[in-house]
């Protein structure tokens, strides 16, 4: 990808995660980003394209930070624990209209990001539920499969405004809680003797 479409899809994209994406407009975001509306659809033919491209960066991004998290050598708990700082890290930076006004104002792109991310999170936890059975931290008596898809209904539920109403849950404390939960239910004495003694550690 060329250096100056490149940088306008991660500026556009700081936008969009901090101001939401309806409220932008092709005008709102040349002006931001202080380039001319002809540059702009130079790279990117309406917001629709730039969206998608967008959210397929975001995609891309999320991939790369992952398989570098699987790529340091922590055991599968300490591992967990990564992937969901990573996230809470990326919630906190994020306007709560986002997820709303992908799926309502653009749904090719939701369908891009929705796909992407659930086969990411798919590969991501079953990797990690090998990992601890094999470590003896998770129980050897585990259905991978059944746990893994169990974990990605959850995670469809924590960002429905339905079930964690915005004004009444901070998203970043439930998803620290559906962590320990998660390891709570999977984890074995092995594990929750190790969970224990990190979390005391911590507290100290």
């Known amino acids: 990808m060329e250096i100056k479409k490149k940088e306008i899809l991660e500026q556009a994209l700081k936008l969009f995660m901090r101001l939401g994406i309806k409220s932008m407009t092709m005008d709102d975001v040349a002006t931001q980003l202080r380039i001319s509306k002809k540059t702009l659809y130079e790279h990117f033919t309406d917001k629709n394209d730039l969206v998608e491209k967008a959210v397929a960066t975001i995609c891309a991004f999320h991939r790369d930070t992952i398989t570098a998290i699987c790529g340091r050598g922590l055991n599968a708990i300490d591992e967990n624990e990564e992937f969901t700082k990573f996230i809470v890290g ?109 979390a005391k550690k911590e507290r100290a």
């Not at 986002?98 to 936890?125: N, S, T």
């Open 90 to 198: 990326q919630v906190g930076s994020m306007h709560p209209s986002v997820q709303f006004d992908l799926q309502k104002y653009h749904p090719k792109a939701w369908g891009i990001m929705e796909k992407r991310e659930r086969e990411d999170i798919y590969a991501c936890v079953m990797a990690n539920l090998r990992k601890g059975m094999a470590e003896g931290l998770y129980r050897e008596d585990l259905d991978a499969e059944v746990i893994t898809r169990l974990y990605i209904s959850r995670v469809d539920s924590t960002w429905d405004g339905r079930v964690f109403p915005p004004d009444q849950f901070n998203l970043s404390d439930v998803l620290w809680k559906q962590f320990e939960y998660h390891i709570r239910g999977i984890a074995s004495k092995k594990g929750v003797a190790y969970l224990e003694k990190k």
